[in-house]
């Protein structure tokens, strides 16, 4: 949880305002306006960026108060995170309460600066969050204690200028050999104010971090996190690039000891612009780890991969969507050798990619909450309210996917020193499929899933084929075991063993042969 509220905490960084020569009065009421413009501005920003993970139902912002005096004020916002309590196990059905405690500095002398404000941020979090997740006092304490060594500060300068900073200050926290060190974090970002555009989100904008040494250790082990830097640019058309210094986690224990390093990690975004109908952004964004390395006393060899890799591509077409999830890894060393104990297997590449085409916004949410509203456990962990929501998100989705014919592509490529295995299967509804509100509806109120499931299985369509090498299946040894499994529903060509399923609204062939 400690992973939840660092993360919550960080996201609260201060967003932006104001502008010419001012002191006294004049600056004084320049500085209330920057920083209302700053609060209400953060309350578009976080709510909608915030909504693009189906954890949060709302986030919203609010100023309770605005003290303001001849050279300072000071001022408390509050942001309310109203939480899914599906993805935590029924918990957090009332909103949490995060506090930001504002200290606006508008001096005379920062005139010299040709800043209009200075803002100065701490927070604090509501005690119902650690009631709720069951801490006790002393790990209340504990995580308040954390929590203390966050800072925000925002600087307002005349030319529209923003610098925006977040750090969390060096701490030290023990308690019967257990222990937090950590010598601290800075973030730093700007932009200039005149080009904020809250439809947008993502601005021209310039961002570094720097993160110092992280050491976590109990009775029993310590792991440290190596000191790392990164930085961000955004420009005006919503391209991204992020990449980070080489990250390192040297593991010690009682009986074992190991060391994960990253050379870096990249984030590249191309023309990613907000889209409020999905919560989500459009455009392509790819982020890779490369050059990992995995070694540790309890493994027979190091573990390396050139890169993992995970692609999303969201494009508009009139009122739909087509996404493509494609995820990858270029292992360099024989993992399933360490790992699985499959010699002779040597893997070059594994992709995944994942297709959903002709998918509209209903659609897409449907998918989302599609893992909770067919898991009969979850379903008995949240209230009935929650519960009607989640069923009519779905109703929804499920109608319009019927309506819009939207369509799955799952492709899978394994390639090997041995040969390239590939599985490709396309699922889609019948044209002339039949199901409508009501059954959908009706299958969900009375929480019988197999009923839906049903539904869809009598009017969908699937193709699939599986493509794997003979020489792949002999590298692995298992050739004779195959051969006698295959039966008459694989067929071999061309040296390659072939599946081809065909399904059509309930009856289902692989290579010509009824099932």
């Known amino acids: 949880m400690l992973k939840k509220t660092l993360l919550s905490a960080a996201m609260l960084l201060a967003l932006t305002a104001c502008g010419d020569k001012l002191t006294g009065e004049k600056q004084a009421n320049a500085a209330e306006e920057a920083y209302r413009q700053m609060a209400q501005y953060s309350d578009v920003v976080m709510s909608r960026s915030l909504a693009t993970s189906p954890i949060f139902n709302k986030v919203s912002f609010s100023v309770d108060d ?39 500095n508008y001096a005379d002398a920062l005139e010299k600066e040709k800043k209009i404000a200075r803002v100065e941020t701490t927070f604090d979090v509501d005690n119902a969050l650690f009631t709720e997740i069951g801490l006790t006092p002393e790990e209340t304490k504990e995580v308040k204690e954390l929590i203390s060594h966050f800072r925000a500060n925002t600087d307002f300068y005349q030319d529209d200028k ?59 082990e310590t792991i440290i996190l190596n000191p790392f830097k990164g930085d961000m ?18 593991y010690s224990g009682r009986f074992q000891s190991g060391k994960f390093v990253i050379e870096n990690i990249e984030f590249n975004g191309t023309k990613l612009s907000y889209d409020n109908t999905i919560n989500n952004f459009l455009g392509e964004q790819r982020i890779s780890a490369n050059n990992i390395k995995i070694e540790g006393s309890g493994l027979p060899q190091s573990v390396e991969f050139d890169s993992l890799n995970a692609n999303i591509n969201t494009q508009k077409k009139g009122e739909l969507y087509n996404t493509q999830t494609e995820f990858s890894a270029k292992p360099r060393t024989d993992f399933l ?24 916004a209903d659609a897409i949410r449907a998918v989302n909450t599609l893992q909770f509203a067919l898991n009969p456990q979850a379903r008995t962990i949240v209230d009935s309210t929650v519960l009607e929501n989640m069923d009519q998100i779905v109703v929804a989705g499920l109608s319009d996917i ?19 295995a590939t599985a490709k299967a396309h699922l889609a509804l019948d044209k002339e499929a039949t199901i409508d509100k009501a059954q959908i509806e009706n299958a ?29 299946v002999q590298a692995t040894g298992m050739a004779p075991m195959a051969e006698q499994m295959a039966g008459p ?6 040296g390659n063993y072939i599946v081809h399923l065909e399904y059509n609204k309930g009856h289902a062939t692989i290579n010509g042969l009824p099932l």
């Not at 303001?68 to 109203?82: C, H, I, N, S």
């Not at 790992?339 to 959903?356: D, R, S």
């Not at 592509?409 to 040969?419: E, F, I, K, R, Y």
């Not at 529903?489 to 061309?494: D, G, I, L, P, S």
């Open 66 to 104: 605005y003290q303001k005096g001849a050279q300072e004020a000071t001022a408390t916002r509050k942001m309310t995170l109203d939480l899914n309590p599906i993805y935590f196990d029924g918990h957090f059905e009332k909103p949490i309460v995060v506090t930001l405690k504002d200290y606006i």
């Open 162 to 220: 923003t610098v925006q900073s977040f750090e969390i200050t060096p701490i030290s926290i023990e308690n019967k050999g257990e222990g937090i060190q950590y010598q601290g974090f800075h973030l730093t970002g700007e932009y200039n104010r005149k080009e904020l555009n809250a439809d947008k989100l993502l601005i021209a904008s310039t961002g570094s971090f720097d993160s110092a040494q992280l050491t976590i250790k109990d009775n029993e």
């Open 233 to 250: 640019k955004v420009d005006k058309d919503g391209n991204v690039a992020s990449k980070t210094t080489p990250i390192e986690i040297n």
């Open 337 to 360: 050798e360490v790992f699985g104990h499959i010699p002779n297997l040597k893997i070059n590449e594994i992709k995944f990619i994942f297709t959903f085409n002709n998918a509209s």
């Open 402 to 420: 019927v309506k819009n014919k939207s369509d799955l592509t799952l492709d899978l490529a394994v390639d090997t020193q041995s040969g390239k």
């Open 444 to 472: 969900l109120a009375n929480d019988n899933i197999e009923m839906l499931m049903e539904l869809f299985a009598q009017n969908g369509v699937a193709i699939a084929d599986i493509v794997i090498p003979e020489s792949l």
């Open 489 to 494: 529903y694989v067929k071999k060509e061309n």
